[in-house]
């Protein structure tokens, strides 16, 4: 069903909360691995990396920006942007700042070479140093031009570089200036830095995976001419200088010289929505509309099919809108009440519409006079299709719909397998429909190309379901 009210401004929705993003990648010692970790604690090993556990799935106060690994590889630190640090594996605990007000988040940190202490910066240069790692000078008190984004130790662990997002090196100890990109315009800022193995030299990456290498740091390759996906949020040397890998914010790794690739974490940074559903009803094709929130009117369609090797997004994302008052869980909804069912469902057997079948796979029936939908909740048939004598009155009332009359909503649809067969007056005519400029009764709508997509693709022998309802509560259904 849908309604006539004033049109309201809309756009894509975009889930709640910032999406997850690669923030760092270590390598091993041997070169022979690297983990990739994500902003929301998640750690992803490669090659002869282990896991030796993560913080994905809990409660973070704060994102994770940075990961160092032990000398042994046998373990690695995590730290999030409030100075709360993480171990795992052999990496030893030996303070953090999470209990600290901190003058500009961390954004990065560095491990000693004993691995009994590290070092974490801030955007502002500020160093927090613990256990064996020895405070040796900071930006902190400086007016800088640009952020500090990253920083290394010295293979001695005497000293250290900060890097700033304008490539402004500032170096303290026994590390040694080399040269810095502070005076040129780059085309996309800096994001990180690496050092090579004798400390004699240092790479830059910028966001488009631009690299600037000074000292005995040879030039192995860039991205700076590719078109990315997500931008290069950090990067890692090979052994004995002989390469380095970036990734992307998605999780993508890109390797040089002689850096291996060993895989990338773009389908686990931030996996697909399907994959995340606690179940999908044992359905091939799942349409999946996901909400902001329970008060929102539009949402994101996203179709994702199972090919037996897994699944794949097969269209979208769409934009769509939902019922006038939003959402709620079936269980609470009322004939009549302008909400969304959260949950669920099956589409059912049947198409309808106005217009000619667009080519779709299920049967379809096209629209004449005498085509009602029940929504009267005393009728025996309720929320079925019906159809009486052109002309006549149906014995059935309430809102009951006079489908063939509704060109501009119904000019294809799907029926949407709510309260069906009706268990009580929870609602009825729930649709998948064309986008009127409104919010809808309790529907879902999308533009009339994408719906006909939608219908054209949805496949009865995959036994397709919809799963709808709010971002925080669409996973459990």
């Not at 130790?153 to 890097?163: E, K, N």
């Not at 996309?188 to 193995?197: E, H, K």
Request: charge should be negative; proline fraction near 8%.
């Amino acid at each position: 069903m849908w309604s006539v009210a004033p049109t309201p401004t809309r756009a894509t929705a975009a889930t709640a909360g910032p999406a997850a993003r690669a923030v760092a990648i270590a390598a091993t010692p041997d070169g022979g691995g690297y983990w990739v970790t994500s902003s929301a604690g998640g750690v992803y090993p490669f090659g002869d990396a282990h896991s030796y556990g993560s913080m994905s799935g809990r409660a973070l106060n704060a994102p994770i920006v940075g990961m160092a690994a032990t000398p042994s590889g046998d373990g690695y630190w995590l730290v999030a942007s409030d100075g709360g640090v993480f171990t795992f594996g052999d990496a030893g605990f030996f303070g953090s700042a999470g209990a600290l007000r901190l003058n500009a988040p961390i954004v990065g940190m560095a491990a000693t070479p004993s691995g009994d202490g590290y070092w974490l910066v801030a955007s502002d240069g500020g160093i927090f140093d613990y256990g064996d790692a020895v405070f040796r000078g900071s930006t902190g008190s400086m007016r800088l031009n640009q952020p500090v984004v990253g920083m290394r130790a010295t293979p001695s662990g005497d000293g250290y570089w900060l890097v700033a997002s304008d490539g402004g090196i500032f170096n303290y100890g026994d590390a040694v200036f080399r040269g810095s990109t502070g005076s040129i315009r780059l085309n996309q800022p800096v994001v990180g830095m690496a050092a090579t193995a004798s400390g004699g030299g240092y790479w830059l990456v910028a966001s488009d995976g631009g690299i600037f290498d000074y000292g005995d740091a040879p030039f192995w390759g860039s991205t700076g001419s590719i078109r990315l996906n997500q931008p290069i949020d950090g990067m890692a040397p090979a052994p004995a200088a002989a390469g380095y890998w970036m990734v992307a914010a998605d999780g993508g790794v890109f390797t040089f010289g002689g850096a291996a690739f060993d895989g990338s974490a773009t389908a686990d940074v931030n996996p697909p929505l399907v994959d995340q559903l606690a179940s999908t009803g044992g359905a091939q094709q799942v349409l999946v509309v996901d909400a902001p929130d329970a008060a929102s009117t539009t949402a994101t369609l996203t179709a994702y099919e199972d090919d037996g090797t897994g699944w794949y997004q097969a269209l979208g994302p769409m934009p769509a809108v939902d019922g006038a008052n939003g959402w709620l869980p079936a269980s609470s909804r009322v004939e009549g009440d302008d909400t969304t069912p959260e949950g669920l469902y099956a589409i059912g057997p049947t198409m309808y519409g106005t217009d000619p079948d667009p080519g779709t796979q299920f049967a379809y029936h096209q629209l004449v006079c005498g085509d009602w939908w029940d929504e009267d909740p005393a009728s025996a048939t309720y929320n079925t299709f019906q159809h009486v004598a052109c002309g006549t009155i149906p014995p059935f009332g309430g809102d009951s719909e006079a489908l063939w009359t509704e060109g501009i909503a119904y000019p294809s649809m799907a029926v949407i397998d709510f309260n069906t067969p009706p268990s009580g007056p929870s609602g009825s005519g729930i649709f998948l429909h064309a986008d009127t400029g409104a919010p809808t009764q309790g529907c879902v709508s999308l533009t009339l190309s994408d719906l006909d997509a939608v219908l054209r693709w949805l496949d009865p022998a995959l036994h397709p379901v919809i799963v709808m309802g709010p971002d925080a509560v669409i996973k459990d259904f």
